[in-house]
């Protein structure tokens, strides 16, 4: 802005003398005004006075407003620019006025959301986050077997925030029973649930999960997924390469070495994860829990067994474990091994915490004996840390070894 210009005497009308000066209007008010400089009058009551008298106290005027508009920086609008900071207060209070109403609407309509279209909300959301299959995999489970209880109990109507906590609760309960969950796995899809509910009270479809802190998990099993100790592992792998079980026997194989989680791994392991030239294993970001690719070396044993499944000029793209029992392009169902499995168990009568899985189990006592080193183990399971590792550790005794020699620790 430019400084005002030096106040003048006006006596043009002889009854209405005045002060004046051209002063910048404030950008605020360009709107209220002609012109962006404008002309300052001041009356200061100088007309009350006559003759010689009026001209000296005019004058006294003048020099007051010299020295009050180079000193004082004296702004004449600012009344005018208080009255519109008032107005702008008053606009800004009504502002805040309707957004929250809109707010408190939105979060109402938010509310009205029919169940089935707020968990095709969260599962978008998940997708949008998630770049690993199985972790997408796990969330559509969670999804489905609540749904299907919705749809068993005729609720598909209710709004997101219509379900309550016992809602929630059989649904847990009657999906249990449905698919004979276990402990763990019924623990595990209490998380998930909670997972869910807990994104609608984020993203305001609830104003609180209903069921937060109110469900309680079970007891799970200590002690599922033994290891074998060999005058179990032994027998055991006989029974099966003597009933023409290769298949299993190689499944249990791969379990061990490769140290493979049964079902979300060794299921989908293809023939071109077997690299023969490098010798070492490709795991998928697709099949690995973290949804990050790994390598890892395969010993000579465990080319051993591979090289006896004759899987080498197979397509690339067949599972290996695949439908039917044999290497097939087509992946086998979720439990076809474990039937199988559970059968050998029965007829050998091996309790339930014998599992598949346990070979896994197995290596890493296994290596423990051998005194590999923590660390070592970690790497081989392709473990995120050492607490993870330690969980497969339990089984191990330092007495084990004085009863184990070095050819009882390997599969075959």
């Known amino acids: 802005m430019q400084p005002p210009s030096k106040p003048q005497l006006n006596t043009d009308n002889p009854t209405k003398w005045y002060i004046w000066w051209n002063h910048d209007v404030p950008f605020p008010l360009w709107n209220n005004h002609p012109r ?35 000193h004082s920086f004296y702004n004449p609008f600012e009344a005018e620019l208080n009255e519109l900071n008032s107005i702008k207060a008053e ?61 068993e109990k005729q609720l598909l109507h209710l709004k997101v925030s219509e379900i309550k906590r016992q809602h929630i609760a059989d649904a847990l309960l009657f999906t249990k029973k449905d698919r004979e969950w276990g402990p763990t796995t019924y623990n595990s899809h209490v998380e998930l649930i909670m997972t869910v509910f807990n994104w609608f009270e984020k993203e305001e479809y609830i104003v609180k999960n209903p069921a937060s802190g109110k469900i309680d998990k079970v007891r799970a099993i200590v002690g599922i997924h033994k290891w074998y100790p060999k005058e179990i592992a032994t027998p055991l792998k006989k029974y099966m390469l003597d009933t023409g079980e290769n298949l299993l026997y190689n499944a249990c194989a791969f379990t061990y070495h490769l140290c493979v989680r049964s079902q979300q791994e060794l299921l989908k392991m293809k023939v071109a994860d077997i690299d023969f030239n490098l010798k070492r294993v490709r795991f998928r970001k697709e099949i690995t829990k973290n949804g990050r690719e790994a390598f890892r070396d395969f010993t000579p044993d465990f080319e051993k067994i591979v090289e006896s499944m004759n899987i080498k000029q197979l397509p690339g793209e067949w599972y290996i474990f695949g439908s039917g029992g044999k290497p097939s392009i087509k992946m086998a169902g979720k439990n076809s091994l474990a039937r199988i ?22 290596r890493v006592i296994h290596e423990m004996m051998k005194k590999t080193s923590p660390y070592e183990i970690q790497h081989i399971c392709r473990h995120s840390s050492l607490t993870e590792t330690e969980k497969y550790m339990r089984g191990f005794d330092i007495s084990l070894n004085k009863v184990y020699n070095p050819e009882d620790l390997k599969f075959n």
């Open 91 to 151: 606009i800004k209070a009504v502002e805040l006025k309707i957004e929250k109403a809109v707010v408190e609407a939105d979060e109402k309509l938010k509310g009205n959301t029919n169940i089935i279209k707020a968990l095709d909300l969260y599962m978008d959301s998940r997708i949008e986050r998630i770049n690993n299959t199985n972790s997408l995999s796990t969330h559509r489970g969670v999804i489905k077997w609540f749904t299907k209880f919705l749809t």
């Open 341 to 362: 499995y559970k059968e050998i168990k029965d007829t050998n009568n091996l309790p339930e915490e014998y599992t598949i899985y346990s070979w896994k189990h197995t």
């Open 36 to 70: 962006k400089r404008i002309r300052i009058k001041k009356y200061d009551n100088i007309n009350r006075f006559k003759g010689d008298e009026r001209l000296k106290y005019a004058k006294l005027r003048l020099k007051v407003w010299e020295y009050v508009l180079k």
